[in-house]
């Protein structure tokens, strides 16, 4: 994680997160494909099939997280028995929680509320890097999410530009941006 578009663990780790059937799941999956593939990543926005099978791999992983971690030692112990090299960084992966909030925000605007907006304050942003101030990285990252995924921040009913104003405690109201605001 740790980039603006959508990698097959992202959409994996979004979809255990609401706990969908199958079918809704399917259905989510072919209509993100159809609607929104200019949010993945490079090398699955031509290629359906690997879009959904990474994405079915990763669920699979992360429901049974715990298993595949216990038996992992044995799997390489396995596959080094083999004449296999297996390099362990090459399976882990961290997740930077502010990128899985806009992308998961993103998504359920978009295909799971009725409601076209969410509300969270800076602080509440700011505690999922474990920051009880910002810095300029910090709000240069959540304006390059709020840019890529064509979002609006509202306070008051009115259109906030500078990120840097906002009082931590102020709600700020996310939503997406309309085809005529996308133009101007």
Same mark, same amino acid.
């Given at each position: 994680m740790g980039q603006l578009s959508y990698s097959a663990l992202d959409i994996a780790v979004i979809l255990c997160k609401r706990d969908l059937g199958i079918q809704e799941e399917s259905r989510f999956l072919l209509e993100f494909w159809d609607s929104k593939r200019r949010f993945l990543e490079w090398k699955y926005q031509s290629n359906k099939q690997r879009f959904l099978q990474d994405v079915q791999y990763?669920?699979?992983?992360?429901?049974?997280?715990?298993q595949i971690d216990a038996e992992f030692p044995?799997?390489?112990?396995?596959?080094?028995?083999?004449?296999?090299?297996?390099?362990?960084?090459?399976y882990w992966h961290d997740t930077d929680e502010i990128d899985i909030?806009?992308?998961?925000?993103?998504?359920?605007m978009t295909f799971f509320e009725q409601k076209k907006y969410i509300r969270k304050s800076m602080r509440q942003l700011l505690k999922k890097y474990h920051l009880r101030r910002r810095t300029?990285?910090?709000v240069e990252k959540i304006e390059q999410y709020i840019r890529?995924?064509?979002?609006q921040m509202i306070i008051n009913r009115r259109p906030i530009a500078d990120i840097r104003m906002i009082?931590?405690?102020?709600?700020? !109201?996310? /939503?997406? =941006? !309309?085809? /005529?605001? =996308?133009?101007?």
């Open positions: 990763w669920i699979h992983y992360l429901n049974d997280k715990n044995d799997i390489i112990k396995d596959g080094e028995s083999n004449g296999s090299r297996m390099d362990i960084e090459d909030l806009f992308k998961e925000m993103y998504i359920q300029a990285k910090i890529f995924y064509e979002l009082p931590l405690d102020q709600p700020i !109201t996310f /939503r997406l =941006r !309309t085809n /005529r605001e =996308r133009e101007k």
